[in-house]
Protein backbone atom coordinates (compact mmCIF):
# COMPACT_ATOMS: atom_id res chain seq x y z
CA UNK A 1 0.00 0.00 0.00
CA UNK A 2 1.77 3.63 -0.94
CA UNK A 3 0.98 7.03 0.09
CA UNK A 4 -1.84 8.18 -0.98
CA UNK A 5 -2.72 12.27 -0.87
CA UNK A 6 -4.85 11.61 2.23
CA UNK A 7 -2.34 9.52 3.98
CA UNK A 8 0.39 12.18 3.54
CA UNK A 9 -2.22 15.01 4.88
CA UNK A 10 -3.49 13.62 7.84
CA UNK A 11 0.16 12.40 8.36
CA UNK A 12 1.63 16.10 8.39
CA UNK A 13 -1.72 17.68 10.39
CA UNK A 14 -0.33 14.63 12.85
CA UNK A 15 3.16 15.20 12.50
CA UNK A 16 2.23 19.03 13.21
CA UNK A 17 -0.07 18.59 16.12
CA UNK A 18 2.53 16.56 17.88
CA UNK A 19 5.15 19.91 17.47
CA UNK A 20 1.92 22.15 18.57
CA UNK A 21 0.76 20.29 21.57
CA UNK A 22 3.82 21.10 23.90
CA UNK A 23 2.31 24.87 23.54
CA UNK A 24 -1.39 24.57 23.77
CA UNK A 25 -2.24 20.71 24.53
CA UNK A 26 -6.05 21.10 24.76
CA UNK A 27 -6.67 23.17 21.84
CA UNK A 28 -4.44 20.92 19.71
CA UNK A 29 -6.03 17.46 20.69
CA UNK A 30 -9.26 19.46 20.09
CA UNK A 31 -8.34 20.61 16.39
CA UNK A 32 -7.16 16.90 15.37
CA UNK A 33 -10.26 15.79 16.17
CA UNK A 34 -11.86 18.13 14.44
CA UNK A 35 -9.31 17.66 10.99
CA UNK A 36 -10.03 13.85 11.50
CA UNK A 37 -14.18 14.41 10.71
CA UNK A 38 -13.29 16.30 7.97
CA UNK A 39 -11.31 13.26 6.20
CA UNK A 40 -13.93 10.37 8.26
CA UNK A 41 -15.14 8.41 5.37
CA UNK A 42 -16.85 5.78 7.77
CA UNK A 43 -19.85 5.87 10.30
CA UNK A 44 -17.14 3.96 12.89
CA UNK A 45 -15.07 7.03 12.38
CA UNK A 46 -17.25 9.21 12.71
CA UNK A 47 -19.08 7.98 15.24
CA UNK A 48 -16.03 7.59 17.25
CA UNK A 49 -14.65 11.47 16.74
CA UNK A 50 -18.29 12.56 17.37
CA UNK A 51 -18.02 11.04 20.63
CA UNK A 52 -14.69 12.37 21.20
CA UNK A 53 -15.54 15.42 20.82
CA UNK A 54 -18.78 15.67 23.27
CA UNK A 55 -16.13 14.29 25.99
CA UNK A 56 -13.18 16.87 24.97
CA UNK A 57 -15.98 19.63 25.24
CA UNK A 58 -15.37 19.24 29.14
CA UNK A 59 -12.29 20.98 30.41
CA UNK A 60 -11.51 18.30 32.63
CA UNK A 61 -12.08 15.41 30.83
CA UNK A 62 -8.90 12.79 31.93
CA UNK A 63 -8.40 11.75 28.34
CA UNK A 64 -6.42 14.91 27.97
CA UNK A 65 -4.34 13.90 30.78
CA UNK A 66 -3.98 10.36 29.13
CA UNK A 67 -3.22 11.94 25.87
CA UNK A 68 -1.06 14.80 27.05
CA UNK A 69 1.28 12.07 29.19
CA UNK A 70 1.39 9.64 25.42
CA UNK A 71 2.82 12.83 24.13
CA UNK A 72 5.14 13.64 26.40
CA UNK A 73 6.58 10.04 27.54
CA UNK A 74 6.13 8.36 23.76
CA UNK A 75 8.25 8.39 21.31
CA UNK A 76 6.76 10.90 18.90
CA UNK A 77 7.39 7.89 16.00
CA UNK A 78 6.07 5.52 17.63
CA UNK A 79 2.65 7.64 18.13
CA UNK A 80 2.30 8.56 14.51
CA UNK A 81 3.24 5.22 12.86
CA UNK A 82 1.43 3.19 14.94
CA UNK A 83 -1.61 5.53 14.60
CA UNK A 84 -1.45 6.37 11.19
CA UNK A 85 -1.69 2.15 11.08
CA UNK A 86 -4.04 1.55 12.63
CA UNK A 87 -6.44 5.38 11.80
CA UNK A 88 -5.55 5.30 8.09
CA UNK A 89 -4.58 1.56 6.71
CA UNK A 90 -6.87 -0.23 9.03
CA UNK A 91 -9.87 0.99 9.53
CA UNK A 92 -9.99 3.37 6.17
CA UNK A 93 -7.68 1.62 3.09
CA UNK A 94 -8.05 -1.69 5.00
CA UNK A 95 -11.68 -1.64 5.59
CA UNK A 96 -11.95 -0.65 2.06
CA UNK A 97 -10.73 -3.46 0.68
CA UNK A 98 -12.01 -5.77 3.23
CA UNK A 99 -16.05 -4.82 2.13
CA UNK A 100 -14.77 -5.07 -1.74
CA UNK A 101 -13.73 -8.72 -0.62
CA UNK A 102 -16.61 -9.79 1.31
CA UNK A 103 -18.84 -8.53 -0.91
CA UNK A 104 -17.56 -10.25 -4.36
CA UNK A 105 -16.16 -13.67 -2.64
CA UNK A 106 -19.14 -14.03 0.20
CA UNK A 107 -17.24 -14.38 3.17
CA UNK A 108 -16.86 -12.79 6.37
CA UNK A 109 -13.17 -11.15 6.93
CA UNK A 110 -12.61 -9.65 10.44
CA UNK A 111 -10.48 -6.04 10.80
CA UNK A 112 -7.88 -7.87 13.14
CA UNK A 113 -6.56 -11.04 13.91
CA UNK A 114 -5.18 -12.39 17.21
CA UNK A 115 -2.10 -14.49 16.99
CA UNK A 116 -1.46 -17.40 19.70
CA UNK A 117 2.34 -18.18 19.77
CA UNK A 118 4.03 -20.54 22.12
CA UNK A 119 7.26 -22.48 20.31
CA UNK A 120 8.67 -19.92 17.76
CA UNK A 121 11.23 -21.51 14.68
CA UNK A 122 11.97 -21.12 11.47
CA UNK A 123 8.88 -23.34 10.13
CA UNK A 124 6.48 -21.08 12.82
CA UNK A 125 8.45 -17.74 11.65
CA UNK A 126 7.45 -19.04 7.76
CA UNK A 127 3.56 -19.76 8.88
CA UNK A 128 3.30 -16.26 10.81
CA UNK A 129 4.74 -14.51 7.67
CA UNK A 130 2.28 -16.21 5.38
CA UNK A 131 -0.65 -15.40 7.54
CA UNK A 132 0.48 -11.53 7.80
CA UNK A 133 0.94 -11.21 3.99
CA UNK A 134 -2.53 -12.91 3.27
CA UNK A 135 -3.99 -11.08 5.99
CA UNK A 136 -2.74 -7.71 4.17
CA UNK A 137 -3.75 -8.66 1.19
CA UNK A 138 -7.61 -9.21 2.50
CA UNK A 139 -7.79 -5.68 4.51
CA UNK A 140 -6.13 -6.63 7.13
CA UNK A 141 -3.42 -4.46 9.28
CA UNK A 142 -3.58 -5.02 12.72
CA UNK A 143 -2.50 -8.30 14.12
CA UNK A 144 -2.17 -9.11 18.46
CA UNK A 145 0.08 -11.77 18.93
CA UNK A 146 -0.63 -13.32 22.12
CA UNK A 147 2.65 -14.80 23.55
CA UNK A 148 4.39 -17.03 25.91
CA UNK A 149 8.09 -17.75 25.90
CA UNK A 150 10.43 -15.67 24.61
CA UNK A 151 9.67 -12.92 22.00
CA UNK A 152 13.09 -11.82 20.68
CA UNK A 153 12.48 -14.04 16.84
CA UNK A 154 9.21 -12.47 16.84
CA UNK A 155 9.73 -8.67 17.03
CA UNK A 156 12.54 -9.22 14.49
CA UNK A 157 10.30 -10.69 12.11
CA UNK A 158 7.92 -7.75 12.62
CA UNK A 159 10.17 -5.10 11.10
CA UNK A 160 9.53 -6.32 7.83
CA UNK A 161 5.63 -5.12 7.93
CA UNK A 162 5.78 -1.25 8.93
CA UNK A 163 2.63 -0.77 7.21
CA UNK A 164 0.63 -3.01 9.93
CA UNK A 165 -0.20 -2.07 13.27
CA UNK A 166 0.86 -4.93 15.86
CA UNK A 167 0.33 -5.24 19.70
CA UNK A 168 2.26 -7.68 21.28
CA UNK A 169 0.47 -9.34 24.82
CA UNK A 170 2.77 -10.71 27.20
CA UNK A 171 4.15 -10.82 30.46
CA UNK A 172 6.51 -8.57 32.04
CA UNK A 173 9.17 -11.67 32.32
CA UNK A 174 9.51 -11.47 28.29
CA UNK A 175 10.84 -8.10 29.13
CA UNK A 176 14.14 -8.12 29.75
CA UNK A 177 16.39 -5.23 28.67
CA UNK A 178 17.19 -6.18 25.45
CA UNK A 179 14.02 -6.95 24.61
CA UNK A 180 12.94 -3.70 25.50
CA UNK A 181 15.71 -1.67 23.73
CA UNK A 182 14.65 -4.02 20.56
CA UNK A 183 11.49 -2.84 20.99
CA UNK A 184 12.11 1.04 21.36
CA UNK A 185 13.12 0.98 17.29
CA UNK A 186 9.85 -1.21 16.76
CA UNK A 187 7.28 1.94 16.17
CA UNK A 188 4.41 0.20 14.86
CA UNK A 189 3.70 -2.10 17.86
CA UNK A 190 2.39 -1.29 21.39
CA UNK A 191 2.96 -3.54 24.31
CA UNK A 192 0.04 -5.38 26.50
CA UNK A 193 1.64 -6.57 29.87
CA UNK A 194 -0.21 -8.63 31.69
CA UNK A 195 -0.74 -6.50 35.19
CA UNK A 196 0.77 -7.93 38.11
CA UNK A 197 1.38 -6.07 41.52
CA UNK A 198 4.84 -5.92 41.37
CA UNK A 199 4.86 -4.79 37.41
CA UNK A 200 6.28 -1.10 38.85
CA UNK A 201 9.72 -1.81 37.48
CA UNK A 202 8.75 -2.84 34.37
CA UNK A 203 6.24 -0.02 33.38
CA UNK A 204 9.65 2.63 34.41
CA UNK A 205 11.61 0.68 32.27
CA UNK A 206 8.86 1.14 29.28
CA UNK A 207 8.78 4.85 29.90
CA UNK A 208 12.11 5.15 30.02
CA UNK A 209 12.13 4.12 26.53
CA UNK A 210 9.08 5.91 25.16
CA UNK A 211 7.04 2.67 24.64
CA UNK A 212 3.68 2.58 24.04
CA UNK A 213 2.20 0.60 26.21
CA UNK A 214 -0.81 -0.73 27.55
CA UNK A 215 -1.90 -3.55 30.78
CA UNK A 216 -4.63 -5.93 30.35
CA UNK A 217 -6.18 -8.10 33.24
CA UNK A 218 -8.30 -11.40 33.18
CA UNK A 219 -11.03 -10.86 35.89
CA UNK A 220 -13.41 -13.38 37.45
CA UNK A 221 -16.74 -13.28 39.37
CA UNK A 222 -15.24 -11.41 42.49
CA UNK A 223 -14.25 -8.20 40.39
CA UNK A 224 -17.08 -7.70 38.52
CA UNK A 225 -19.00 -5.08 40.77
CA UNK A 226 -15.35 -3.69 41.63
CA UNK A 227 -15.33 -2.80 37.63
CA UNK A 228 -19.14 -1.85 37.12
CA UNK A 229 -18.19 0.91 39.83
CA UNK A 230 -15.13 2.07 38.07
CA UNK A 231 -13.36 1.61 41.85
CA UNK A 232 -11.37 -1.46 40.21
CA UNK A 233 -9.40 1.03 37.42
CA UNK A 234 -8.24 3.83 40.20
CA UNK A 235 -4.84 1.62 41.52
CA UNK A 236 -3.88 1.80 37.58
CA UNK A 237 -3.45 5.42 37.21
CA UNK A 238 0.05 5.95 38.28
CA UNK A 239 1.40 3.21 36.01
CA UNK A 240 -0.58 5.30 33.06
CA UNK A 241 -0.98 2.75 30.25
CA UNK A 242 -2.59 3.59 27.17
CA UNK A 243 -5.12 1.02 27.97
CA UNK A 244 -6.62 -1.27 30.23
CA UNK A 245 -7.85 -4.51 28.38
CA UNK A 246 -10.24 -7.10 30.44
CA UNK A 247 -10.69 -10.39 29.46
CA UNK A 248 -13.36 -12.46 31.10
CA UNK A 249 -11.87 -15.83 33.48
CA UNK A 250 -13.39 -19.19 32.55
CA UNK A 251 -15.92 -18.52 35.75
CA UNK A 252 -17.65 -15.42 34.14
CA UNK A 253 -20.88 -16.83 32.65
CA UNK A 254 -22.26 -15.46 29.07
CA UNK A 255 -24.90 -13.35 31.13
CA UNK A 256 -22.37 -11.59 33.51
CA UNK A 257 -20.14 -10.65 30.48
CA UNK A 258 -23.47 -9.22 28.80
CA UNK A 259 -24.23 -7.01 32.20
CA UNK A 260 -20.72 -5.72 32.35
CA UNK A 261 -20.22 -4.72 29.17
CA UNK A 262 -23.38 -2.42 28.87
CA UNK A 263 -21.49 -1.25 32.59
CA UNK A 264 -18.27 -0.63 30.62
CA UNK A 265 -19.86 1.46 27.88
CA UNK A 266 -21.81 3.40 30.24
CA UNK A 267 -18.59 3.94 32.18
CA UNK A 268 -16.50 5.10 29.40
CA UNK A 269 -18.94 8.11 28.50
CA UNK A 270 -20.25 8.98 32.03
CA UNK A 271 -16.80 9.11 33.64
CA UNK A 272 -13.66 9.56 32.15
CA UNK A 273 -10.09 8.22 32.91
CA UNK A 274 -6.67 8.48 32.21
CA UNK A 275 -6.68 5.35 30.37
CA UNK A 276 -8.71 3.84 27.71
CA UNK A 277 -10.97 0.88 29.41
CA UNK A 278 -11.32 -2.42 26.87
CA UNK A 279 -13.35 -5.21 27.35
CA UNK A 280 -11.37 -6.82 24.90
CA UNK A 281 -13.16 -9.64 22.88
CA UNK A 282 -16.28 -7.84 23.20
CA UNK A 283 -15.14 -4.32 21.68
CA UNK A 284 -13.43 -6.46 18.84
CA UNK A 285 -16.54 -7.74 18.23
CA UNK A 286 -18.35 -4.46 18.31
CA UNK A 287 -15.97 -3.05 15.59
CA UNK A 288 -15.84 -5.53 13.88
CA UNK A 289 -19.93 -5.38 13.74
CA UNK A 290 -19.56 -1.82 12.56
CA UNK A 291 -17.46 -2.68 9.86
CA UNK A 292 -18.93 -6.31 7.96
CA UNK A 293 -22.18 -5.72 9.58
CA UNK A 294 -21.38 -9.01 11.97
CA UNK A 295 -19.02 -9.24 15.01
CA UNK A 296 -16.53 -11.78 15.35
CA UNK A 297 -13.02 -11.59 17.82
CA UNK A 298 -11.15 -13.99 15.08
CA UNK A 299 -7.97 -15.67 15.94
CA UNK A 300 -5.31 -18.32 15.06
CA UNK A 301 -4.78 -20.16 17.58
CA UNK A 302 -0.62 -22.22 18.27
CA UNK A 303 -1.72 -24.79 15.96
CA UNK A 304 -2.74 -23.13 13.28
CA UNK A 305 -6.79 -23.66 14.06
CA UNK A 306 -8.98 -20.57 13.39
CA UNK A 307 -10.28 -19.25 16.49
CA UNK A 308 -14.04 -17.84 16.77
CA UNK A 309 -14.64 -15.58 19.71
CA UNK A 310 -11.99 -17.40 22.01
CA UNK A 311 -12.76 -20.73 20.51
CA UNK A 312 -11.04 -23.02 18.38
CA UNK A 313 -12.65 -25.17 15.14
CA UNK A 314 -10.81 -28.22 15.34
CA UNK A 315 -10.86 -29.33 11.45
CA UNK A 316 -8.26 -29.88 8.84
CA UNK A 317 -10.55 -27.35 6.95
CA UNK A 318 -10.03 -24.87 9.64
CA UNK A 319 -6.28 -24.93 9.40
CA UNK A 320 -4.30 -21.79 8.42
CA UNK A 321 -1.03 -23.99 8.40
CA UNK A 322 -2.19 -26.49 5.72
CA UNK A 323 -4.78 -23.79 3.58
CA UNK A 324 -4.67 -20.37 2.43
CA UNK A 325 -6.57 -17.69 5.38
CA UNK A 326 -9.22 -17.02 2.90
CA UNK A 327 -10.00 -20.36 2.25
CA UNK A 328 -10.13 -21.26 6.18
CA UNK A 329 -12.72 -17.98 5.79
CA UNK A 330 -14.32 -19.11 3.30
CA UNK A 331 -15.12 -22.58 5.21
CA UNK A 332 -15.95 -21.22 8.53
CA UNK A 333 -17.24 -17.69 7.40
CA UNK A 334 -19.19 -17.96 4.88
CA UNK A 335 -21.80 -15.82 4.11
CA UNK A 336 -25.52 -16.53 2.34
CA UNK A 337 -28.25 -14.09 1.94
CA UNK A 338 -25.06 -11.39 3.01
CA UNK A 339 -24.98 -13.95 6.42
CA UNK A 340 -22.64 -15.71 7.95
CA UNK A 341 -23.14 -19.14 7.96
CA UNK A 342 -20.83 -20.28 10.73
CA UNK A 343 -19.38 -23.69 10.74
CA UNK A 344 -21.57 -26.18 12.52
CA UNK A 345 -24.56 -23.54 12.44
Not at 44 to 64: G, H, I, T, V
Not at 146 to 164: A, D, I, R, T, W
Not at 220 to 226: T, V
Request: with cysteine; glycine share 6%; charged share 25%.
Amino acid sequence: MGKDIDYILIENSVKKALRDIQDNPKRTIRNLVDYGLEFAKGGFQKQSLQLAQRLLADENCRYYDLIGNAVEHVDPKTLLSFGMNVGYNACTMGVKRIRLLEAREQLHIPWSLFLKVKDFDEVHQKQLCQIIEEGMELGIYVFVFVVEGQVEQLLSMLFEYEQCAFVLMCRKECLHEEVLDQIAELHNLMLSVGYEKDIDTTVADMRKRGLLYGLHVVYGKQELAEIESGQFFQSFEPLWPLSVALLADSDVEEKEKAKLDQALCTLRITKSYPTFILHLQEDIQRIDEVFSNEGYCVGIDEQGFLMLNGKSIYQAAANVFQRSLKTVLHHCLAKQDGCVCKEGD
